[in-house]
């Protein structure tokens, strides 16, 4: 079971959500909390098994995104950090003296030109900004949103060489910095990229691609640990969290789901929903107090703001081992980045489907609060691989949620943005079956067989 404080240890009854469950709680010995009362655990009856399962409950995963923690009141969103971080560029961006660090002229515009003076990084990196603060105002300018992962790749995968892209463009523009008379067609973000290689890193000089990637690379490093000082700060703030995050968690583990056409929850009692249940999180906090002497069930899959060890990075599932600086590229991908973390003990998230042995599969898999977008892809197909989604009965939830403590898209929309989501994501796995024909109707089989749920979120406004 996920371990979990009880809601009553956090918070008094009010924290409670009504109705005829109550939203079991979990402590860390693995008791249940249940209507004001302590239990041990219940044993799956007979009737409960699946026919034929070789588990014989009701387990399930859940998939957590950021609107997990937007929901539950935490200043996580992307906009929200970078807040300060655009004032603080705004500031840098006046013409300062690199011996005195006083402001000499204020610029024609936001953003405006950078000081091209030997040592002008210094000053910035003085002022707690990085290269990827640039990089990423300017990404967002013109894409009106912020897309780390994505915005990560358009600058350090080079392609195959044999065209044109964002990548190759934003190199020969830094490389051609190094020259006196340099064209001056470069961008704020790529000056400032180039002064952090000359003043600080001191690779200025050599411009070539593998270089600037290596500067890259620490720069993102530092961006990183500003984001965790960050969400810490925010956990710290918010004496809330703790206790919304707990109740949302418990909410959505005992929400009742049909496992298949035959057999439903409907008369389940709650305590009896509490089977395996495990978390794949992909934020960087974590909402169930955790010793480190003792394996949690929520696995945080990118690191912990509190461990100092969280990682941005993009979806290399396109890379191609002859690409050019395939060995400095290939360090941006959360893949390789991942390895670092991999030492951390965690329980296994999903029971692999056996042939010959309905219900051996993880049962019910939940997503809340994710983008579904295509850097977390290979995360999703993994899943579905290790639970054969084709030939299990394993059971897909997707929540959307009119109720969003940040609401930017509003009621109907909401459900048909979720509906665009879950089909692209089922259809993209689908080309990845070796059987074609299975692919081209993994969608049709999950509806045809009842296992496949877009719902709204079980959260009261």
Known sequence: MIRRQSLRSVNDAKAHPQGPCDSPGFSREGMLYHAGRTVEPATTPPEMKRK???????????????????????????????????????????????DSASLRKSPDEPYGELSDEDGSALVLKKMGLTAWDYILKEDEQ????????????????????????????????IRSMRYPNWPGIETTAERAVYFFARDVYLTGKEGDP????????????????????????????????????????????????HLNQRESTQNIPCEELDGEDTALNFNYTQPIPTSSDIPSDMLNVHGLAENHNIIFGMDGKDLGLGQPYYTSTVKFTKTYRLMALSGRPHQTLVHPYVAGFPGSATGVIKFFGHSLGDADYSYFQAI????????????????????????????????????????????????????????????????????????QAPIER
Not at 59 to 88: E, H, I, W, Y
Not at 145 to 150: A, I, L, N, R, S
Not at 210 to 217: C, R
Not at 231 to 247: C, F, G, P, S
Request: charged content about 30%.
């Open 142 to 173: 013109e894409r009106t949103w912020y897309d780390v992962e994505e915005c990560i790749r358009t600058w350090v995968d080079y392609g195959t060489g044999t065209m044109v892209t964002p990548c190759s463009k934003h190199m020969q523009h």
């Open 210 to 257: 593998a270089s600037i990637l290596s500067v890259l690379l620490e720069e993102l490093h530092r961006f990183e640990e500003i984001f965790a000082d960050y969400l810490r700060k925010q956990q710290e703030n918010n004496i809330w969290y703790a206790v919304k995050a707990a109740k949302l968690l418990n909410t959505l583990a005992a929400d009742r789901v």
């Open 52 to 98: 034929g399962s070789a588990v014989g409950k009701h387990d399930q995963l859940l998939v957590l995104g950021n609107g997990f923690d937007l929901q539950c009141g935490l200043k996580s969103a992307f906009t929200d950090f970078m807040k300060p971080r655009d004032q603080l560029m705004e500031k840098a961006s006046l013409t300062w003296d690199v």
């Open 384 to 455: 579905f691989d290790e639970v054969n989604l084709y030939e299990s009965d394993t059971h897909l939830v997707f929540y959307y949620n009119k109720n969003r403590s940040n609401e930017t898209v509003q009621g109907k929309d909401v459900k048909e943005e979720m509906f665009e989501k879950v089909n692209r994501l089922i259809t993209a796995y689908g080309t990845t079956l070796d059987n074609e024909d299975h692919g081209r109707n993994l969608l049709h089989k999950l509806l045809l067989e009842g296992r496949l749920t877009i719902k």
